[in-house]
Nanobody, 124 residues
Framework: QLQLVESGGGLVQPGGSLRLSCAAS????????VGWFRQAPGKEREGVSCISRSGGSTNYADSVKGRFTISRDNAKNTVYLQMNSLKPEDTAIYYC?????????????????WGQGTQVTVSS
């Protein structure tokens, strides 16, 4: 059974940091592009970042550029999202997702497999 499990969320003060993990089971994440998405209460889900199979291509939403960094460790079948300088507006449920594609450059559309999400709350 293909499964993605997010972890690392929690409550953090503004300006703080968190590292989210997305671990895959039942399949090898090496062959998939992976994206991070978030959904705040009352808002639509938005793409935050993505990384290609090899890690050679990454993309970020303008709202997180310079603060968030996506990376992957294929040996551990895991993708990470390092979040620094967190703001209250980063509060949301964060989801990771995976897709198979022939494209070398990652994009934040058409993902097939989704995790259950992890809550991130930025508040003083």
């Amino acid at each position: 059974q293909l499964q993605l499990v997010e972890s690392g969320g929690g409550l953090v003060q503004p300006g703080g940091s968190l590292r989210l993990s997305c671990a895959a089971s039942g399949f090898t994440l090496n062959y998939y592009h992976v994206g991070w998405f978030r959904q705040a209460p009352g808002k639509e889900r938005e793409g935050v970042s993505c990384i290609s199979r090899s890690g050679g291509s990454t993309n970020y939403a303008d709202s997180v550029k310079g603060r968030f960094t996506i990376s992957r460790d294929n040996a551990k079948n895991t993708v990470y999202l390092q979040m620094n300088s967190l703001k209250p507006e980063d509060t949301a449920i964060y989801y990771c997702a995976a897709k198979v594609t022939v494209q070398a450059i990652c994009s934040m559309d058409s993902y097939n497999y989704w995790g259950q999400g992890t809550q991130v709350t930025v508040s003083s």
